[in-house]
């Protein structure tokens, strides 16, 4: 039987295990049932040494191949997002407030097919994988790889995957490219206080609103003057509140953002350019401000040899038409960023587009993924073990 035969007659199961994640998503850090299901599954599967409760919910699942090899590893991540469901499916989430919006419930479910295909080849695989589940992806800035790689996942490992759902290409494709596949995402707050007034005098106050606005009129030339037109970078401030009444000078206000890149000097860049515009800001107005920079994941910067090598598998398994080079990167970032700052590897998208149907969104209230996308994201994910050269 081939992998790709394998991996469909285990898709009844997948689609089950799907549904079982998806009713019941929890938010990050609070991932104790679906790592539980998680583990019952791996058991019922047999032959996978099982660390449970690392870093929190996590879980690493050893396999020893049959012949000497390379160690690869496979990563999904389990949390949900605090977002009402509004697909209407039968097997919507069963916990209010709380949704898969991001299709992990699919990167679970198609790991734990990886698994089931890999433990039925163990004799076949070259040396060894880990499964590596992983709490708290959406909890930016902290996320919840680097408490995995803490733990060790990724240690003696020569090569780490991971998969993505992703709304953008159609179903069953799989897209990735060398280089940076997504942004670094860093959050920013701003703090101005000036002193309030009556409306009618201000020259009795300093207007903390009027210095907010130029801070953020200002901010904008940071990567329209600043930054190198060639490089990519978005500096966004999504938060703006201040004063308290109509006739009444703003005395403080608060403003909250994100900046956006794939290089890191961007990063620094921001962070420095933000401070300067913040304080020439209070300089002109008589303020005081505070810049707090909180750097978030850093790009997602795909090795090469491994993209290529993900995309040559994908090719051989599903044709070269299901298998494509993406053209640009996403500024949606990723914390599975970090494996790739220690090892080798690659991370890429899988389309869950339909033609016939509406493409929500990823973190929209009524995104789902098709479920046929399970069992090739299983086979791709057992075939990168498989075929790992040497
Ligand atoms: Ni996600």
Not at 144 to 152: K, V, Y
Request: negative net charge; charged residues 20%; aromatic residues 6%.
């Amino acid at each position: 039987m081939t992998i790709l035969e394998a991996a469909q007659q285990i898709q009844p199961q997948l689609v089950q295990l799907r549904r079982q994640f998806h009713a019941h998503p929890e938010v990050s850090q609070h991932e104790q049932e679906t790592a539980r299901r998680v583990l019952e599954e791996l058991q019922a599967i047999g032959g996978y040494t099982i660390r449970t409760g690392i870093s929190g919910n996590g879980i690493l699942a050893d396999l020893e191949g049959g012949q000497p090899g390379p160690k690869v590893a496979l990563r999904a991540d389990m949390d949900a997002l605090q977002i009402t469901e509004e697909t209407g499916l039968p097997f919507a989430s069963e916990n209010p407030g709380v949704m898969h919006a991001c299709g992990h419930d699919n990167h679970i479910t198609m790991l734990l097919g990886a698994a089931r295909l890999l433990a039925q080849r163990k004799d076949q695989l070259k040396g060894s994988v880990r499964l590596i589940f992983q709490p708290a992806e959406e909890l930016s800035p902290v996320g919840g790889s680097r408490g995995m790689m803490a733990a060790g996942a990724l240690e003696d490992v020569d090569a780490v995957f991971g998969l993505h759902v992703w709304p953008e290409l159609p179903m069953g494709t799989f897209g990735t490219k060398a280089g940076p596949l997504m942004a670094s995402s860093d959050h920013f707050s701003v703090y101005i206080d000036g002193r309030s007034s009556h409306g009618a005098k201000p020259d009795a106050g300093i207007d903390a609103v009027v210095a907010g606005s130029q801070f953020v009129t200002a901010a904008q030339t940071i990567v329209s003057r600043n930054t190198d037109p060639l490089q990519s970078a978005v500096i966004t401030i999504g938060r703006f509140q201040g004063g308290t009444r109509y006739n009444i000078v703003a005395g403080e206000c608060e403003l909250e953002g994100t900046c956006r890149t794939f290089n890191p000097k961007i990063r620094e860049l921001a962070e420095h350019r933000l401070k300067e515009v913040l304080d020439g800001v209070c300089t002109l107005s008589g303020c005081t401000g505070e810049l707090k920079y909180e750097h978030g994941y850093c790009s997602v910067m795909n090795d090469p040899k491994q993209a290529d090598y993900l995309l040559k598998t994908a090719s051989e398994l599903f044709g070269a038409e299901k298998a494509v080079t993406v053209e640009e990167p996403s500024m949606c970032a990723e914390d599975f960023a970090f494996y790739l700052t220690e090892k080798p590897g690659a991370f890429a998208w899988l389309g869950t587009a339909l033609p016939e149907e509406e493409a929500w969104p990823l973190h929209n209230c009524h995104f789902t993924a098709p479920e046929d996308i399970l069992w090739r994201g299983a086979a791709l994910l057992a075939q990168l073990a498989l075929g790992m050269p040497g």
